[in-house]
């Protein structure tokens, strides 16, 4: 195996499928969020998960200062939270959102919301790795939203009735 270029890694990285997932804080009175596909669970004793977030993102350095985040999984039809999230500056106007018990933003009808506090942070090359204490969570029935390759879409499983 050759040494990999960002550019490699970048390409043949997109070839995982991934669900999609919108991290949340409030920070100093002020609403964050960011679209992530980087989440996974680390423990069920406690129950954890991590997300990856960019060093330069607003909604990272929020969720760093304030402690706590909710993930909200985004549901097959959600692909416009998941648009709306990946852009700079994006905010909540005109959105129906309820406050997890900390005040992050729980987005409407999302698939699972997992409210956690910040257990511990790893900086780890252009991203900082947070991991997240499972203090709350729900969720519904249904698909989620899959991302590959760069584009949003619908998995399709065999045997799974959502």
């Known amino acids: 195996m050759a040494t990999v270029t960002s550019e490699e890694f970048r390409d043949l990285i997109g070839r995982f499928a991934s669900g999609v997932t919108v991290v949340t804080t409030l920070s100093d009175g002020i609403p964050y969020g960011t679209t992530a596909?980087?989440?996974?669970?680390?423990?069920?004793?406690?129950?954890?998960l991590l997300v990856s977030m960019n060093r330069?993102?607003?909604?990272?350095?929020?969720?760093?200062?304030?402690?706590?985040?909710?993930?909200?999984?985004?549901?097959?039809?959600?692909?416009?939270?998941?648009s709306r999230f990946a852009r700079r500056?994006?905010?909540?106007?005109?959105?129906?959102?309820a406050r997890g018990s900390?005040?992050?933003?729980?987005?409407?009808?999302?698939l699972a919301?997992?409210?956690c506090r910040v257990a511990d942070e790893l900086i780890a090359g252009t991203h900082v790795v947070i991991i997240g204490e499972?203090?709350?969570?729900?969720?519904?029935?249904?698909?989620?939203?899959?991302?590959?390759?760069?584009?949003?879409?619908?998995?399709?499983?065999?045997?799974?009735?959502?």
Do not use: C, K, W
Not at 66 to 81: I, T
Not at 102 to 110: E, K, M, N
């Open 37 to 48: 596909s980087s989440m996974t669970s680390v423990s069920l004793e406690p129950p954890m």
């Open 89 to 97: 500056g994006s905010s909540f106007t005109d959105l129906n959102i």
């Open 134 to 162: 499972v203090e709350r969570a729900g969720g519904r029935a249904g698909m989620p939203l899959a991302y590959f390759r760069g584009s949003f879409g619908r998995l399709s499983v065999n045997g799974i009735d959502a």
């Open 102 to 110: 900390r005040g992050a933003p729980l987005l409407p009808d999302a």
């Open 56 to 82: 330069s993102s607003s909604t990272g350095r929020a969720v760093v200062a304030s402690r706590h985040f909710a993930v909200n999984v985004l549901a097959e039809d959600q692909s416009e939270f998941a």
């Open 113 to 115: 919301t997992f409210e």
